[in-house]
Structures are given as C-alpha cells and as structure tokens.
C-alpha cells in the first residue's frame, strides 16, 4: 500500500531534490504533459462518478460528454508534446479530437431522441424507475 | 510542452474552473444548472486548447459542444422537467449504498491513474531527456518566429491549415464515415423523438396496435392515410 501511495505524494509534491517549496513553485510555475495527464483525468473521474451515481438520465448524458471531453484533452495534450519531442505526425492527435466531437454529437442526438421517446411512455426520467429489460 | 509565465497562471485558472464546473455539473440539484455549469466546464478546457496550440479544436469545441449539443441539451431538459428534483421531493442520487460502492471504485482509479503517471512521465522525460526551462525558452521562441497579423499585436498560426492537410491527406475515408454516422444520427432521431400522432399519419404503425391505440382515442382513426 505505501509503495503505491509515496511515489504519488513525491511526484505530486516533487519532494526530492533541492528544497520542497522551490520544487514544487518550480513545477507549478511550468506545467507540463503531467499536468495536462492529471487535469484529464481527474475530470474523467467527475465524468465516471455522475454516471454512477446520479439518477437523472439527461444528468447521465451529459457527464458522458465530460468523459470524451476528458479525453480530448488528451489527445491534445499529447498532440503538443510530440510536436516538440517525436517525428511522427503530431496533428493526428488534434484530427482525432475533431472525430470525437462528431461522435459526442451524433450520440447526444440520439440519447437525447431516446430520453424524449421514453419520457412520453414511461413519465419518467430517473434511471431506477426504467427497468423495462431488468429480469 | 512547458507552459511559462502569463500561459502558466492561465492553465492553472483554467484548469482549476474546469474542474469545480464539473464536479458542480455532477452535484447540481437543478437540471438546467448543471447544463451551465457543464458549459463552463466545456469553455475552461477549450481555453486549455487554445493553451496548448491547438486553435481549430477550441473553436470546433464551443461551436459544437456549446452551440450545439448544450442548447440541445437544454431544450430537452426544458421538455422533460419533471419539477420534483428542485423543489427537493426526489433524491438526486442513487441509494446509499450504490454510491458509496462507486465512490470507491472512482477513488481506486483516481489512485490508479496518478500513479500511472507518477509512474510513467519522468521516465518519459529521461527519454526524451527534455530539460523544462530550456523546453519553454523553446516553445517562446516559436512562438516569437511565427508571422504577425495585420495590427502587428498578435501572431498567425499555422494550425488550423496543419489540420486541414493532414485530415483530407491521412484520414478522408474516416471524415466520409463519420458524415455518414451524422446523417444517420439525424434520421434515427427525427424517427425517435415522433409523436403517435405523427406515426399514424405516416401510416407508420403496426394494425394491431393501431386497432387498440383508436380504442383508446378515436381521434387517431381521422389521420390515417388510408381511411380516407
């Protein structure tokens, strides 16, 4: 359990080296890739536990587009960084944000055709009460 | 990509609102609140775009996502309002039980995915061998070369032209594909969203239940196509 706890808190708090407090402004003065990797997963973590937990499904649709929003973010990030680093095409990162978007889209149209089409027969949107193909 | 200065204090606002936006869009009572706290959400992180050089997608993103889907989202929610959540009658959540559940399973992977990258990156880093400072001296450099727009101010980036090379030139059968997943989604939402009314009168229904559906209203036999 603290193998797996410490090298978080040192990475996230940059603990080694010369003085905590300089590291860290170091680190926070120049975010990089990691910083990019964490903010996107941390909004894909809010995006996971609206889908869990709440019971409103138009709620459940739009932290769905919170995860692919998540994950744009890192395809672009990931985009920027091989655009300094590597010599492979950098732009695909940005090409399949724009394919992500389309997908996002086209299912908000349908989810939200489906909410509308289930709300006239049922009366209900809470996800607890749709259990039509529950046995 | 080393972020400094001015575009250092911008992320960390931007990245910061991104994310209280969409833990409010989760925790939100209200509906159409959430819809705009998810807005704000989509606008912080199109600003970490356009951080991050990629122009064209920050633009794309709140076209689409905040033209587009968050007002259809926001006409749904008003068709639908079902009232009862604001005026704190329904419970917005799940049982206890099922949250508590979920709550650690998010928990594990919040864990999970930064020790992943506490993991990973630095030794990314000793691969690339990339020194931050000297990467964003860099990155301010190129910046600096690109050409300067009409009012000598700003500069012009090359990104929005990358993207359209590269999308026809490596990916035109998936831009094809995804044109026609778009018409699709039209077509299948038209047909979702209609009325029983409209159904009949496109003589779209089963007889039988047709039968059973006059029974109930005999409004429905005067639409239909054929008994006329």
Redesign the interface.
């Given at each position: 359990m603290l193998n797996?706890?410490i090298?978080?808190l040192?990475?996230?708090f940059q603990q080694e080296g010369q003085g905590r407090f300089t590291r860290t402004w170091?680190a926070?003065?120049?975010?990089?890739?990691?910083?990019?990797?964490?903010?996107g997963?941390?909004?894909?973590?809010?995006?996971?536990?609206?889908v869990?937990?709440?019971?409103?499904i138009?709620?459940i649709?739009?932290?769905i587009?919170?995860i692919l929003?998540a994950a744009?973010?890192n395809f672009?990030?990931f985009?920027?960084?091989l655009?300094?680093?590597g010599n492979v095409?950098a732009?695909?990162g940005?090409?399949f944000?724009?394919?992500v978007?389309?997908?996002?889209?086209?299912?908000?149209?349908?989810g939200?055709?489906?909410?509308?089409?289930l709300?006239?027969n049922k009366e209900?949107?809470?996800v607890?009460e749709i259990d039509l193909l529950k046995w | 990509m080393t972020l400094s200065g001015y575009e250092a204090l911008f992320f960390w606002i931007f990245a910061l609102a991104a994310i209280f936006a969409g833990l409010l869009t989760v925790m939100a009572r209200n509906a159409v609140h959430s819809a705009l706290f998810l807005i704000s959400s989509l606008v912080s992180v199109a600003a970490l775009f356009v951080l991050s050089g990629a122009e064209f997608i920050a633009g794309v993103q709140i076209l689409v996502y905040v033209g587009g889907v968050m007002v259809l989202f926001l006409f749904v929610i008003m068709l639908v309002n079902v009232g009862a959540e604001e005026k704190g009658s329904e419970e917005i959540f799940n049982n206890q039980r099922q949250v508590t559940a979920s709550l650690i399973f998010c928990l594990l992977l919040v864990g999970g995915v930064l020790y992943a990258v506490s993991q990973g990156f630095p030794a990314l880093q000793a691969k690339n061998k990339t020194d931050p400072l000297a990467a964003a001296a860099e990155q301010v450099a190129r910046d600096r070369s690109l050409a300067k727009g009409a009012t000598g101010t700003s500069r012009i980036t090359a990104d929005t032209e990358h993207i359209g090379n590269n999308l026809y030139r490596y990916a035109s059968l998936p831009f094809e594909i995804a044109s026609v997943l778009l018409l699709v989604a039209i077509i299948g939402s038209v047909m979702l969203a209609r009325t029983l009314r409209q159904e009949v009168s496109a003589d779209d229904v089963d007889p039988e239940t047709l039968q059973e559906e006059i029974a109930l209203d005999p409004e429905l036999a005067k639409l239909e196509p054929r008994s006329e």
């Open positions: 797996f706890f090298p978080i040192a990475f996230l170091e926070a003065a120049h975010p990089d890739l990691s910083k990019f990797l964490v903010i997963a941390l909004l894909f973590i809010i995006g996971v536990a609206g869990l937990t709440r019971r409103n138009i709620v649709f739009m932290s587009e919170l929003n744009n973010l672009i990030a985009s920027r960084y655009q300094e680093t095409n732009v695909a940005q090409i944000a724009v394919f978007i389309v997908v996002a889209a086209a299912e908000a149209a349908i939200l055709g489906i909410v509308i089409a709300y006239r209900t949107i809470w607890d | -």
